[in-house]
Antibody, heavy 124, light 108 residues
Framework: QLQLQESGPGLVKPSETLSLICTVS????????WAWIRQTPGRGMEWIGH???????YYNPSLKSRVTISVDTSKNQFSLKLSSVTAADTAVYYC??????????????????WGRGTLVTVSS | EIVLTQSPGTLSLSPGERATLSCRAS???????LAWYQQKPGQAPRLLIY???SRATGIPDRFSGSGSGTDFTLTISRLEPEDLAVYYC?????????FGGGTKVEIK
């Protein structure tokens, strides 16, 4: 059974770069699309971006200047980097699967499998 | 960007009752590309409905979705105690993908 698990520092200093990894187990990255989503009490849920296993990424325009999503197929992982963080980036970060079929060439843009989420706090 | 407004904010009902949750979009959602998720306390969201009315794998048939254009509804036909959760809608007809603010369902 496919599972996703987020990992990374729970505390990041302002102006630094937030880095998270999502490890996919029980299946391959190669068939679907993958995403990062974050959730805060104040702003609710926010889509950060999507990636496929060959590294084509799509970002939320509101975050695009600060976000990089990449994939490492050898480790069955994909990662999130968010630069120049502020307190407003404090959130629970989720990785998720978009069940679209990469080999048919389209994403569904909704999410049928989620990691448990990881809280990242931005504070000095 | 499409803004999704969910109502009511909180719904308090007894087991066996029918719950009707609304999701209204600021502009028409292309091809009814709207999903619903359930998030129980301390858990990740779970996909319930996609394409406005298609149930995800393993979702009980007491959950149903309907609607098109700017107005969408999630109905829980007979509430069960385990349905205590926050329910979110998400549109994927336009970029960026956006989520509603959620409706909390409380069980009396």
């Amino acid at each position: 059974q496919l599972q996703l698990q987020e990992s990374g520092p729970g505390l990041v200093k302002p102006s630094e770069t937030l880095s998270l990894i999502c490890t996919v187990s029980g299946g391959s990255l190669g068939f679907h699309y993958w995403a990062w989503i974050r959730q805060t009490p104040g702003r609710g849920m926010e889509w950060i971006g999507h990636i496929d296993h060959i590294g084509d990424a799509y970002y939320n325009p509101s975050l695009k200047s600060r976000v990089t999503i990449s994939v490492d197929t050898s480790k069955n992982q994909f990662s999130l980097k968010l630069s120049s963080v502020t307190a407003a980036d404090t959130a629970v970060y989720y990785c998720a699967r978009d069940p679209g079929d990469f080999w048919s060439g389209y994403s569904f843009w909704y999410f049928d499998l989620w990691g448990r989420g990881t809280l990242v706090t931005v504070s000095s | 960007e499409i803004v999704l407004t969910q109502s009511p904010g909180t719904l308090s009902l007894s087991p066996g009752e029918r719950a009707t949750l609304s999701c209204r979009a600021s502009q028409s959602v292309s091809k009814s590309y709207l999903a619903w998720y359930q998030q129980k306390p301390g858990q990740a969201p779970r996909l319930l409905i996609y394409d406005a009315s298609s149930r995800a794998t393993g979702i009980p048939d007491r959950f149903s979705g309907s609607g098109s254009g700017t107005d969408f509804t999630l109905t829980i036909s007979r509430l069960e105690p385990e349905d205590l959760a926050v329910y979110y809608c998400q549109q994927y007809g336009d970029s960026p993908l956006t989520f509603g603010g959620g409706t909390k369902v409380e069980i009396k």
